[in-house]
């Protein structure tokens, strides 16, 4: 079975700062996709951003980057000049693409505080 | 309304209750997905149903009996919870990636925040 694991329970940056999330999953696929999700206090899960495990080029939306390593199973955020509105929990999730619906698996979760 | 909506935001319930959590998604998607988020762990998957129809069922305890009328609609009903079943529970949607037009994103509600005593 598919595990997700994100390390650090806690990190915090400084505003306008550089700030670089881990997670680490387990699977014997080769086909998958991978998600980091947003979840501010008390408002909705939202998708941050989005990789596809045969696309060799790192996924990038605005101030998010990812850090896809398939080899090593990595695939940590990095989240540029850093935004009070960015603290928030993060998950790293897991899809196979091989499974005929939407199973996503989440990490533990990295909540994230943003230092004024 | 936009999006996913759940309701109640907030439930306390008795041991022995019955009661219902709603969601309702206005994106025309046809999955909907019931979690389970504790503190400290991972979001559990519950229930999954795609086109109406349960896929999915990862060997929750019969107090949790989901329907899903229909693809905008899905309710958790719950009865005889015990106090380890208090926590965040969400819902989501999301298009059949099966189907044309289909992504796997997920759309989650605000949740609904059940306390158990």
């Known amino acids: 079975a598919q595990t997700v694991t994100q390390s650090q329970p806690e990190m915090s940056v400084q505003e306008a700062e550089t700030v670089t999330l881990s997670c680490t999953y387990d699977?014997?696929?080769?086909?998958?996709?991978l998600f980091w999700y947003k979840q501010p206090p008390s408002r909705q899960m939202i998708l941050v951003i989005r990789?596809?495990?045969?696309?060799?080029q790192n996924a990038t939306e605005n101030r998010f980057s990812v850090n896809f390593q398939k080899a090593a199973k990595s695939f940590s955020l990095k989240i540029s000049d850093s935004q009070l509105g960015d603290a928030a929990m993060y998950f790293c999730?897991?899809?196979?693409?091989?499974?005929?619906?939407?199973?996503?698996?989440f990490g533990p979760g990295t909540s994230l505080s943003v230092i004024p | 309304e936009t999006g996913v909506t759940q309701t109640p935001r907030h439930l306390v319930m008795g041991m022995t209750n019955k009661k219902s959590l709603k969601c309702e998604q206005h994106?025309?998607?046809?999955?909907m997905y019931w979690y389970k988020q504790s503190a400290k762990k991972p979001l559990e998957l519950m229930f999954v149903?795609?086109?109406?129809?349960?896929?999915e069922n990862n060997s929750v305890p019969s107090r949790f009996s989901p329907e899903c009328p229909n693809s905008s609609h899905l309710f958790l009903h719950l009865h005889t919870l015990q106090p380890e079943d208090s926590a965040l529970y969400l819902c989501?949607?999301?298009?059949?990636?099966?189907?044309?037009?289909?992504?796997?994103?997920?759309?989650f509600g605000p949740g609904t925040r059940l306390t158990v005593l």
């Open positions: 989501a949607s999301s298009q059949d990636p099966r189907l044309a037009g289909g992504t796997d994103t997920q759309y």
């Open positions: 699977t014997s696929e080769s086909d998958y996709y």
């Open positions: 990789q596809e495990a045969y696309k060799q």
């Open positions: 999730a897991y899809r196979s693409a091989e499974t005929s619906y939407d199973k996503v698996i």
């Open positions: 994106l025309g998607h046809n999955a």
């Open positions: 149903y795609s086109l109406e129809e349960r896929v």
